[in-house]
């Protein structure tokens, strides 16, 4: 069987369901990050993933007589790995409602938009309906935003977590791990 499992992005993060699929695996993959949220219920071998369509294919041709645990941070169905996979999956904990909390958002409120390793067009047209709430890396350009005022929320429950809030021009994304808000 192959589980795909969100990790979730804080310490304690993980359900109760997520650590049984965890504890029952026979090998557990996943990134540096992914591994290290999990730590306290891997009893299996570990090991880090490569993220290539080869690999994926070759996991799950191994889960056909192996319990296989992908560890995905946060949620598997947020710009995660859920979709990369055929098997069955484990909801987690994702950076997006990690962020809407710390605002006092609500999620049917904005638009999420995906701009980790990825250039999406139209960003300020969307604004007309909706705030924005970004997956951002340090390529993604702020200054489209001019002079609104944004958040820039930067490894969130990491130890160098940093919420910042000015206006666009002049700021830039300094972390991988950031999500940008944006007000209507
Ligand atoms: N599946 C993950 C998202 C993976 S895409 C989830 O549900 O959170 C990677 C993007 O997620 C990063 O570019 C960043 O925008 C966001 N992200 C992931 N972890 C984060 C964190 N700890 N703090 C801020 N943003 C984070």
């Not at 650590?19 to 880090?48: F, H, W």
């Not at 994926?56 to 949620?75: A, F, H, M, Q």
């Amino acid at each position: 069987m192959l589980y795909v499992v969100g990790v979730g992005v804080c310490k304690g993060h993980l359900t109760r369901k997520a650590i049984e699929l965890i504890k029952n695996a026979d090998v557990v993959y996943g990134s540096k990050r992914a591994l290290k949220l999990a730590e306290d219920y891997i009893v299996c071998e570990k090991r880090v993933m490569k993220y290539s369509d080869d690999e994926y294919r070759r996991i799950e041709k191994e889960s056909k007589d192996k319990n296989v645990v992908i560890l995905s941070t946060g949620d598997p169905m947020v710009s995660g790995l859920g979709t990369k996979f055929n098997g069955s999956i484990e909801p987690g904990i994702s950076s997006v409602q990690v962020a809407l909390v710390k605002l006092g958002v609500d999620l049917c409120d904005v638009v999420v938009v995906d701009a980790h390793a990825k250039k999406p067009e139209n960003l300020n047209e969307l604004l007309r309906f909706r705030h924005l709430l970004i997956l951002a890396d340090r390529k993604f350009d702020i200054s489209i935003f001019g002079d609104r005022g944004v958040y820039l929320m930067e490894n969130l429950c990491m130890e160098n977590e940093k919420v910042v809030c000015d206006k666009a021009v002049g700021l830039e994304v300094r972390s991988d791990y950031t999500i940008v808000f944006v007000r209507r």
